[in-house]
């Protein structure tokens, strides 16, 4: 069984920046991709940035804000410079073999 913990979410001026976190536990063996994902209401859900065993993707509204690192079965997330667009439920994401999210925190931009 694998677990997600992510944390670091909150409320934050326009041009502010935080850092999210997720730990992976559990029955991790190799892993082929890990970052993360958000959501909007009333939008689909979509990739921010994960990195895989050769690189790291993200979005390109988040490139030279946002940046992706992990030590160990850890990610992290550091937003720089947020603006109201970027707030959404952020959602780890894990892939093993199979599929694995996090049940997400909540990033609100706002002044």
């Known amino acids: 069984q694998v677990q997600l913990v992510e944390s670091g979410g909150g409320l934050v001026q326009p041009g502010g920046s935080l850092r999210l976190s997720c730990a992976a536990s559990?029955?991790?063996?190799?892993?082929?991709?890990m970052g993360w994902y958000r959501q909007a209401p009333g939008k689909e859900r979509e990739l921010v940035a994960v990195?895989?065993?050769?690189s790291i993707n993200y979005a390109d509204d988040v490139k030279g804000r946002f940046t992706l690192s992990s030590v160990k079965n850890t990610a992290y997330l550091q937003m720089n410079s947020l603006k109201p667009e970027d707030t959404a439920v952020y959602l780890c994401?894990?892939?093993?073999?199979?599929?694995?999210w996090g049940q997400g925190t909540q990033v609100t931009v706002s002044s």
């Open positions: 990195a895989t065993t050769s």
């Open positions: 994401y894990l892939r093993l073999r199979g599929n694995y």
């Open positions: 559990g029955s991790i063996s190799s892993i082929n991709a």
